[in-house]
């Protein structure tokens, strides 16, 4: 017996195959990387505090003192 489910693209929302869809949950390996760059640009992002701020990320304490 095949499954034969189909889910929407996050980006397109093209319906795709879930079973054997190597680049699910998207319909194709552009769809992919389109999300990946978006994440990278700091276009989506998870809701909560901040950690640490940009400017601060490559210091590090002065043990000398």
Known sequence: MTDRRTIRCPRCRQETPWQDNPFRP??????????????????????????????NLLEFPNDNN
Request: aromatic share 10%; charged share 30%.
């Open 26 to 55: 998207f319909c194709s390996q552009k769809c992919q990387l389109v999300d990946l760059g978006r994440w990278a640009q700091e276009e989506y992002k998870v809701p909560g505090q901040k950690l640490m701020e940009p400017d």
